[in-house]
């Protein structure tokens, strides 16, 4: 239920500027960047959990299948510069959901494999 409320808009430049994709429900998984001609071009962003403000996860990874290093972004919020986070133009996966993903959820995640249920994965 939590997660039709989310939205996600990613853009290739800085400010929210740029080739855009949107996103307009949680409990999303790109395991490749490239399935949208997108992967390494990730430079800024908007996240919303429109219903519940606070409860959204968006997993950023820089390598395809959830590997690589990660940035977790918890809760509503636009930024507009990802090299803030070192985190620019390397994004090539994210797992993005409804609601908080805590630290232990995302470890098992990581080690694993294992997403959370009701995700909808998206494939090359």
Do not use: C, K
Not at 43 to 69: D, E
Not at 92 to 97: D, R
């Amino acid at each position: 239920m939590a997660n039709r409320f989310v939205r996600l808009s990613l853009f290739s430049g800085f400010n929210f500027t740029g080739r855009r994709i949107d996103f307009r429900r949680g409990g999303v998984a790109v395991r490749d960047l490239g399935a949208f001609r997108f992967n390494n071009v990730l430079s800024s962003f908007r996240l919303r959990n429109i219903a519940i403000p606070r409860q959204v996860t968006l997993i950023l990874f820089s390598r395809t299948n959830f590997r690589g290093a990660f940035r977790v972004f918890r809760g509503s919020q636009n930024v507009a510069d990802l090299r803030n986070f070192n985190f620019n133009n390397v994004t090539s996966s994210f797992i993005l959901v409804g609601r908080r993903l805590t630290n232990n959820e995302i470890q098992f995640l990581r080690r694993t494999g294992n997403l959370p249920a009701d995700i909808l994965v998206i494939n090359q």
